[in-house]
């Protein structure tokens, strides 16, 4: 097997003393990319294609910094295919038919495969991505893609359906300081040769900081050393961190512990009724580049999680916003946003919903799994029947005001209660009417109860 830069031979330039510590550190092995051990243990769908030497065509998908472009670059090199990557944010379909070109060219002359990696996939248009249907099929190339977005949503159909999914989560606390660990031994690449003195809890702050991105957590780690030695310490403590981690992380602070803090502040303020203040925290994550359809899948849980029933329009005005800002996009998006975040402060509040899950999914885990009553199960075949499944159940569309007395839960839960709504909004004539079904259904039951 040759060494694996020359499989890539802009690493050579990349790979380099001056090159950016996370650059440098980009694992050169399976051994070495840690965090995502389950895709590559044996008798994984990707070990096994590699020892196949049959390679399937791949879409990746996860957030920044999983491992999707190492991923790949270690498959072309475990495999022994030519390596070609471009980007869809600078390329078009002129660059995709030059590539496929050279791929023909590269197997006719020497027989080998060309794995075609393609970042940010999801930002092809249709004739982009239609492009690559018929080389896909023919094996000209073996297309993998990196995304971060939901390849059923932003992937054509026809290319999806050709190529197979493979999620790669955030990465782990624990494999982030795995990672930095690497960075701070390694003599020739990282920083082992002049390593610096850094506690195990200012390696938990990175890997906190970072938010499972191997990417961001190095290149903190890189400049709080920095830090550390202008200041002529080889000590990184949590302060270098923090300053690292501002520096690097402000353009783009989607990750770090600041964008947790805004998007709180903006829970809070809508739960308080403060459109003002709701209104500049949403600003605050837009101009600063935040993902606005984060933005728009955390005001959708607002929605049901702190409205909720109190003004059922809320969720249904949520998920308008989330449709209107995937098609307008940005900057347009930004008053379809604003417009929800005063919508949603100056709602009437309801966590009903919210604790009322809550308390049914602690009894789900915790209670034992009692059966189904059997009145309410389906009875499809005749064995069902003579077993006594559907007997007796109540149809309650054959009844008065389609209310019946008969109870669902199981045996032993018969007295549990989780939803206790509040009389606020729309959810005040919801606890009416739950008050007289109950009523209603008592009467029914005790009418049915044989006398004497």
Known sequence: MPDSLDLFP???????RRAPLAERMRPRTFEEFVGQEDLLKTGSLLRSAVARGELPSLIFWGPPG???????RLLAQESGSHFVAFSAVTSGV????????????????????????????????????????????DGT??????????????????????????????????????????AI???????????????????????????????????ILEGAAMIASGARSRAVTGAEVREAAQRKMLPYDRAGEEHFNIISALHKSLRGSDPDAGLYWLARMLEAGEDPLYVARRLMRFASEDV???????????????????FLGMPEGNTALAQLVVYLALAP???????????????????????????????PTPLMKRLGYGKDYEYAHAYD??????????????????????????????????KKLNAEKMKRRDAERPKG
Request: hydrophobic letters at 40%; a negative charge; zero cysteines.
């Open 10 to 16: 802009e690493d050579k330039q990349r790979r380099t």
């Open 308 to 326: 909720g029933l109190a003004d059922p329009e809320a969720l249904r005005l949520a998920v308008a916003v989330k449709d209107a800002v995937h």
């Open 66 to 72: 999983s491992g999707k472009t190492t991923l790949a």
């Open 349 to 379: 509040k309801s966590n009903s919903i919210y604790l009322a899950y809550g308390r049914a999914a602690k009894d789900a885990l915790e209670k034992p799994p009692y059966p189904v009553p059997l009145h309410i199960r389906n009875a």
């Open 185 to 219: 031994s390694d003599p020739e690449w990282g920083l082992g040769a002049k390593p610096p003195e850094i506690a195990e809890d200012t390696l938990q702050l990175i890997a906190r900081l970072s938010s499972g991105d191997a990417r961001i957590a190095l290149n």
């Open 94 to 137: 002129k660059e995709v038919r030059e590539v496929i070109e050279r791929a023909r060219l590269e197997k006719k002359a020497r027989g080998t495969a060309t794995l075609l990696f393609v970042d940010e996939i999801h930002r092809f248009n249709k004739a982009q991505q239609d492009a690559f249907l018929p080389h896909v099929e």
């Open 401 to 434: 005001d389609a209310i019946v007395g008969q109870r669902y839960l199981p045996e032993e839960m018969q007295e549990s209660r989780y939803w206790e709504g509040v009389p606020r909004g729309q959810e005040a004539e919801l606890v009416e009417r739950l």
């Open 141 to 182: 190339i073996v297309l993998m893609g990196a995304t971060t977005e939901n390849p059923s949503f932003e992937v054509n159909n026809a290319l999806l359906s050709r190529m197979q999914v493979i999620v790669l989560p955030a990465l782990g606390d624990e494999a982030i300081v795995a990672i930095l660990r690497r």
